[in-house]
Antibody, heavy 121, light 107 residues
Framework: EVQLLESGGGLVQPGGSLRLSCAAS????????MSWVRQAPGKGLEWVSG????????YYADSVKGRFTISRDNSRNTLYLQMNSLRAEDTAVYYC??????????????WGQGTLVTVTS | DIQMTQSPSSVSASVGDRVTITCRAS??????LAWYQQKPGKAPKLLIY???SLHTGVPSRFSGSGSGTDFTLTISSLQPEDFATYYC?????????FGGGTKVEIK
C-alpha cells in the first residue's frame, strides 16, 4: 500500500522559513517523480514543484521560484520542500504527491494527507 | 503555461443521474490529462489518467474521453459517494496545471 506522510507544517511569520518532509513507503521511491501540490483555504489545487525520480532535475511554479527548493533522498525514501521568504499567500495545505512515471509530467496517482502551513504575523 | 478551464463550476444532480464535466486546455496536450475527485477535508484521489484510462480501484461508472484541447469526465449513474469536487489536470508540460474544479452537489 502506497503511503505518503507529510510533516513539518505549522505557523510561521512572513519572511520566515519552513522545511516540509514526506516519508514514502509501499513503492520503489527511487523509480518515480514526486511533486508538492498546495491548496489554499477554500481554493483549488496548485502544483508547486516537482522532481524527477533520480533527483537530477527539478521544476517550480513561477509563484515559488527562487524561494522554494525541492529535493529528495532516495536512500531514505523521503521528499523535502524547503520554503524560504514565506508570504501570506503561501498559506495552504501542502500535499506530497507521487507521480505515475519517472518524469514529473505525468498524472499524480497517490497523495499524502497534507500538512497545513500558515503564514501570519 | 497551459491554462485549464473546467465547466460548469458547479452542478446539482440526483442519485442515478448522468453527469458530464468538461475541461478545455489553452493549447493541445494530446492525451496528457488526468481527473481527480476531492471530498471536503480529504486529499484528492486519481480517477482517470491519459484522458481515458481508469485508475486502479475506480468504479466503472467513471469514464473519460477527449484529446487535444477538449476533454470530458462522465459519471454514468451518480452515487451518494460521488458528491465531491472534481479537478482536471494537464500533464503535458511543466508547470502542471489544474482546472478550477467542478463541485457536484445534491439536488
Amino acid at each position: 500500500e502506497v503511503q505518503l506522510l507529510e510533516s513539518g507544517g505549522g505557523l510561521v511569520q512572513p519572511g520566515g522559513s519552513l522545511r516540509l518532509s514526506c516519508a514514502a513507503s509501499g513503492f520503489t521511491f527511487s523509480s518515480y517523480a514526486m511533486s508538492w501540490v498546495r491548496q489554499a483555504p477554500g481554493k483549488g489545487l496548485e502544483w508547486v514543484s516537482g522532481i524527477i525520480a533520480s533527483g537530477g532535475r527539478t521544476y517550480y511554479a513561477d509563484s515559488v521560484k527562487g524561494r522554494f527548493t525541492i529535493s529528495r533522498d532516495n536512500s531514505r525514501n523521503t521528499l523535502y520542500l524547503q520554503m524560504n521568504s514565506l508570504r501570506a499567500e503561501d498559506t495552504a495545505v501542502y500535499y506530497c504527491a507521487k507521480g505515475g512515471l519517472a518524469i514529473v509530467t505525468a498524472a499524480i496517482d497517490y497523495w499524502g494527507q497534507g500538512t497545513l502551513v500558515t503564514v501570519t504575523s | 503555461d497551459i491554462q485549464m478551464t473546467q465547466s460548469p463550476s458547479s452542478v446539482s444532480a440526483s442519485v442515478g443521474d448522468r453527469v458530464t464535466i468538461t475541461c478545455r486546455a489553452s493549447q493541445g496536450i494530446s492525451s496528457w490529462l488526468a481527473w481527480y475527485q476531492q471530498k471536503p477535508g480529504k486529499a484528492p484521489k486519481l480517477l482517470i489518467y491519459a484522458a481515458s484510462s481508469l485508475h486502479t480501484g475506480v468504479p466503472s461508472r467513471f469514464s473519460g474521453s477527449g484529446s487535444g484541447t477538449d476533454f470530458t469526465l462522465t459519471i454514468s449513474s451518480l452515487q451518494p459517494e460521488d458528491f465531491a469536487t472534481y479537478y482536471c489536470q494537464q500533464a503535458n508540460s511543466s508547470p502542471l496545471t489544474f482546472g478550477g474544479g467542478t463541485k457536484v452537489e445534491i439536488k
